[in-house]
């Protein structure tokens, strides 16, 4: 570990800060958009458009990095998201936050394929592992962070969207000046979605559901606490228990995948998830009813992504692996950018608590799925799987490519 850190501080570092800047955004829209007298539904296609242009980022950013090389595209890039952060208060339209968000998606999207390749290219066979996990949880850590920023500022002023624009600016200055060597770009051919889903069809599905789940926590949660009436710092506390949750349970959860069946924890813990979106159903949107909420629906569905990943594999030949991440992490897309517009449009049928109603009813079809599918095919025993590889939701092909190397590599060391 401390050789991971000597190697890419700076990468780390910089990333932390951009993560920072990404969950300050995510969050104050939902508020500032409030405050301005958007609907829900306008607030919902605002927060979709940044998983729209995420996922059109992950497929272009590789184009971009072979033409004119890594510097360039992280330089212009990171400029793009500085200047979206300032221009939202000064273009406070649902349209122009719109494309705005399609534009910082974008943005944000090609910055990790970026800094992915950097960090991949920094690590050995003997490292990656470790050094994925270390940059997952310097994510993690930046989100959560970002949420104690909105209590220092007026979510109605500048002074909120001032600050991570710097923030984003200065984050780039550690990764430019002091960054490994940059590392030759190769494209990996993926699997066709249909080859995909004839290997896997309950992690195909559970891929597109948690993309709905998880575009709904990230783009939808702050938009729920201003409804209902949360203060802002109440908001940036609800908001951080959903990361904070990922973060603590990510490890603990991981342990007890590679020790028994991976298929059955994969029921359990979507179970215990759908529970924790219940609850402010069942109880009432009492604070503390929200956070347990919000901690244990966090802290399952962060490391589901992870879990549907290892198990995928699971039937992947390590050949295959690095393949299979492109097209497992577009049909997470093609989820993540239904899921504001859809959470949105419930809740405006059900009030606020459609914000959690859908995230439950997602976990339930796929509780539902994941349980006929064990009548279907019997699951591989926990001493013929690969190892738990810690991933977000919020990762670029190239980590989850990162973690197939490993998965790969481990298959192979197996085998041998």
Same mark, same amino acid.
Not at 47 to 53: N, T, V
Not at 89 to 94: C, H, I, W
Not at 101 to 120: D, K, P
């Given at each position: 570990?401390?050789?991971?850190?000597?190697?890419?501080?700076?990468?780390?570092?910089?990333?932390?800060?951009?993560?920072?800047?990404?969950?300050?955004?995510?969050?104050?829209?939902?508020?500032?958009?409030?405050?301005?007298?958007?609907?829900?539904?306008?607030?919902?296609?605002?927060?979709?458009?940044?998983?729209?242009?995420?996922?059109?980022?992950?497929?272009?950013? @590789?184009?971009?990095?072979?033409?004119?090389?890594?510097?360039?595209?992280?330089?212009?890039?990171?400029?793009?998201?500085?200047?979206?952060?300032?221009?939202?208060?000064?273009?406070?339209?649902?349209?122009?936050?719109?494309?705005?968000?399609?534009?910082?998606?974008?943005?944000?999207?090609?910055?990790?394929?970026?800094?992915?390749?950097?960090?991949?290219?920094?690590?050995?066979?003997?490292?990656?592992?470790?050094?994925?996990?270390?940059?997952?949880?310097?994510?993690?850590?930046?989100?959560?962070?970002?949420?104690?920023?909105?209590?220092?500022?007026?979510?109605?002023?500048?002074?909120?969207?001032?600050?991570?624009?710097?923030?984003?600016?200065?984050?780039?200055? @550690?990764?430019?000046?002091?960054?490994?060597?940059?590392?030759?770009?190769?494209?990996?051919?993926?699997?066709?979605?249909?080859?995909?889903?004839?290997?896997?069809?309950?992690?195909?599905?559970?891929?597109?559901?948690?993309? #709905?789940?998880?575009?709904?926590?990230? #783009?939808?949660?702050?938009?729920?606490?201003?409804?209902?009436?949360?203060?802002?710092?109440?908001?940036?506390?609800?908001?951080?228990?959903?990361?904070?949750? #990922?973060?603590?349970?990510?490890?603990?959860?991981?342990?007890?995948?590679?020790?028994?069946?991976?298929?059955?924890?994969?029921?359990?813990?979507?179970?215990?998830?759908?529970?924790?979106?219940?609850?402010?159903?069942?109880?009432?949107?009492?604070?503390?009813?929200?956070?347990?909420?919000?901690?244990?629906?966090?802290?399952?569905?962060?490391?589901?992504?992870?879990?549907?990943?290892?198990?995928?594999?699971?039937?992947?030949?390590?050949?295959?692996?690095?393949?299979?991440?492109?097209?497992?992490?577009?049909?997470?897309?093609?989820?993540?950018?239904?899921?504001?517009?859809?959470?949105?449009?419930?809740?405006?049928?059900?009030?606020?608590?459609?914000?959690?109603?859908?995230?439950?009813?997602?976990?339930?079809?796929?509780?539902?799925? #994941?349980?006929?599918?064990?009548?279907?095919?019997?699951?591989?025993?926990?001493?013929?799987?690969?190892?738990?590889?810690?991933?977000?939701?919020?990762?670029?092909?190239?980590?989850?490519?990162?973690?197939?190397?490993?998965?790969?590599?481990?298959?192979?060391?197996?085998?041998?």
């Amino acid at each position: 570990m401390l050789q991971v850190l000597s190697s890419s501080w700076a990468l780390l570092l910089g990333m932390m800060l951009l993560m920072v800047g990404n969950g300050v955004q995510g969050t104050l829209l939902g508020i500032r958009g409030g405050i301005e007298g958007f609907s829900t539904f306008e607030l919902s296609l605002v927060m979709s458009g940044y998983f729209a242009g995420f996922l059109f980022g992950s497929r272009m950013a @590789p184009i971009m990095i072979r033409r004119v090389g890594h510097v360039r595209v992280f330089a212009a890039l990171g400029s793009f998201i500085s200047a979206v952060l300032i221009l939202y208060p000064t273009f406070t339209d649902p349209w122009a936050w719109t494309a705005l968000r399609v534009i910082i998606g974008f943005c944000f999207s090609g910055v990790y394929v970026t800094a992915e390749s950097w960090l991949n290219n920094a690590a050995d066979n003997e490292n990656r592992g470790k050094a994925l996990s270390l940059y997952m949880f310097v994510q993690m850590v930046g989100i959560i962070a970002a949420q104690g920023l909105l209590v220092i500022g007026d979510p109605g002023g500048f002074i909120l969207f001032i600050l991570p624009s710097v923030l984003v600016s200065i984050a780039f200055a @550690p990764i430019l000046l002091s960054v490994n060597p940059t590392p030759a770009f190769e494209s990996i051919k993926g699997l066709s979605l249909r080859e995909l889903f004839e290997i896997s069809p309950m992690g195909c599905v559970g891929f597109m559901l948690l993309g #709905g789940v998880f575009a709904a926590q990230f #783009g939808m949660a702050s938009v729920f606490g201003q409804q209902i009436g949360l203060s802002v710092g109440q908001i940036s506390a609800f908001v951080s228990a959903l990361f904070i949750g #990922g973060l603590v349970l990510q490890y603990p959860i991981g342990w007890i995948s590679d020790r028994m069946d991976r298929r059955l924890l994969i029921l359990i813990v979507t179970a215990i998830a759908m529970v924790a979106a219940l609850l402010p159903v069942v109880f009432g949107v009492r604070y503390e009813i929200l956070l347990v909420a919000s901690f244990l629906l966090g802290g399952m569905t962060n490391p589901l992504y992870a879990l549907l990943l290892a198990y995928v594999n699971d039937y992947l030949e390590p050949e295959d692996m690095p393949a299979a991440s492109a097209g497992l992490i577009f049909i997470n897309g093609l989820g993540a950018i239904a899921g504001p517009v859809v959470t949105g449009w419930v809740m405006g049928v059900m009030g606020p608590l459609g914000f959690f109603g859908y995230m439950a009813l997602l976990l339930f079809g796929f509780l539902a799925y #994941g349980l006929w599918r064990t009548t279907r095919r019997t699951g591989p025993a926990p001493k013929d799987t690969g190892a738990y590889m810690t991933m977000s939701p919020a990762a670029s092909p190239v980590a989850a490519d990162m973690a197939q190397e490993v998965w790969a590599d481990e298959a192979q060391d197996d085998d041998n």
